[in-house]
């Protein structure tokens, strides 16, 4: 079965926020903009349950912000910066920028 990834000009603004709107997926698209290229799921330090993890990575490739691809035995996942950007100019800049990242304890 094919990964779904809506094309640009599908991507909803309301599908992009609303994922956004979730601390843990906030912070996955924090890590991924902050490393070029892709990364692998398992590379992020994410601190919940593998099935929890999985549903927040298809909300963020289903809403048009990330791409998966397989590389080898794991699923790697880019942050589509390019489609994002083209499709709502400054939209993730003004969230990042205006959700600090969570403190370290």
Known sequence: MATYHPDPEQLLVEDVLAALGNPVRLGIVRELDASPGARTCGSLPLEITKATAT??????????????????????????????????PGLLDAVLRATPPPREP
């Open 55 to 88: 549903h927040h990575w298809r909300v963020l490739r289903e809403s048009g912000i990330t791409r998966e691809h397989k590389a080898g035995r794991s699923k790697a996942v880019s942050l589509r910066r390019e489609d994002l950007d083209a499709r709502f």
